[in-house]
T-cell receptor
Framework: AQSVTQPDIHITVSEGASLELRCNYS??????LFWYVQSPGQGLQLLLK??????LVQGIKGFEAEFKRSQSSFNLRKPSVHWSDAAEYFC????????????FGKGTRLSVIA | DGGITQSPKYLFRKEGQNVTLSCEQN?????MYWYRQDPGQGLRLIYY???????QKGDIAEGYSVSREKKESFPLTVTSAQKNPTAFYLC?????????????FGQGTRLTVV
C-alpha cells in the first residue's frame, strides 16, 4: 500500500528566507507525486506534479520540487518565501495505474514571520 | 464556469440526525472522492466512485453512505452511526487517463454537531 510521510508538522520561516518542506513516500512501483496547498477553510490547490522525466519540476507561485528515487523523497522548495505563502501544504502519491484515490500525508503548516 | 461545487459551506447537525453533503461537478470527470479532514490528520478517504452506479469504501467508511446516480453528482450522507462527525469534508474529482491523475477539489463543507 502507498503511504506518505511529512515529518514536519509545523515550520516557521522569515519572509524572504528559503523554504524546504519534506515528503517521503512508500510505494513499490513508479509513483505519481503531487504537492497541494490549502488556505484556512478552503479546498486544496495543486502546486505541482511529477509523473516522469526531469526529476526537478516547476510549479505555480515560484515553487519547485525534486524527485529522488533513491531516497523515496519529493521535497518542495521555494527560494524566497512571501507572507502570502503561509498555509498548509500536503504531499500526495497515487499509483501509476491511475484513476485510484490519492493518498495524502498529514500536512505541514507553514507560518511566515516578518 | 467549470469546477466542483460543495454545499452547504457550513452545516450544523443535532446528534442522532442524518445529514447529506452535496458535491456537484461540471468537469465531466469519471471519478469522484470524499475525504474527511481533521486537524493534524491530513485527508482521509471515506468513499470513492470511478463510474456511475458504482462506489468503493475508503479507509474510514463506517457511519457514512454515498450514491452515484449521475456522473455529475456524488452526495455523502453522514449517518447517526458516525460517532464523531464534526470535521471538514472535501469532495474531489479526477479525469480519465494517466495524465489526468491530479485531483481537483471543491471548497469543502464544515460539519459541526451541536
Amino acid at each position: 500500500a502507498q503511504s506518505v510521510t511529512q515529518p514536519d508538522i509545523h515550520i516557521t520561516v522569515s519572509e524572504g528566507a528559503s523554504l524546504e518542506l519534506r515528503c517521503n513516500y512508500s510505494y513499490g512501483a513508479t509513483p505519481y507525486l503531487f504537492w497541494y496547498v490549502q488556505s484556512p477553510g478552503q479546498g486544496l490547490q495543486l502546486l505541482l506534479k511529477y509523473f516522469s522525466g526531469d526529476t526537478l519540476v516547476q510549479g505555480i507561485k515560484g515553487f519547485e520540487a525534486e524527485f529522488k528515487r533513491s531516497q523515496s523523497s519529493f521535497n518542495l522548495r521555494k527560494p524566497s518565501v512571501h507572507w502570502s505563502d503561509a498555509a498548509e501544504y500536503f504531499c500526495a502519491v497515487v499509483a501509476y495505474s491511475g484513476n485510484t484515490p490519492l493518498v495524502f500525508g498529514k500536512g505541514t503548516r507553514l507560518s511566515v514571520i516578518a | 464556469d467549470g469546477g466542483i461545487t460543495q454545499s452547504p459551506k457550513y452545516l450544523f447537525r443535532k446528534e442522532g440526525q442524518n445529514v447529506t453533503l452535496s458535491c456537484e461537478q461540471n468537469l465531466n470527470h469519471d471519478a469522484m472522492y470524499w475525504y474527511r479532514q481533521d486537524p493534524g490528520q491530513g485527508l482521509r478517504l471515506i468513499y470513492y466512485s470511478q463510474i456511475v452506479n458504482d462506489f468503493q469504501k475508503g479507509d474510514i467508511a463506517e457511519g457514512y453512505s454515498v450514491s452515484r446516480e449521475k456522473k455529475e453528482s456524488f452526495p455523502l450522507t453522514v449517518t447517526s452511526a458516525q460517532k464523531n462527525p464534526t470535521a471538514f469534508y472535501l469532495c474531489a474529482t479526477t479525469g480519465q487517463g494517466l495524465m489526468n491523475t491530479e485531483a481537483f477539489f471543491g471548497q469543502g463543507t464544515r460539519l459541526t454537531v451541536v
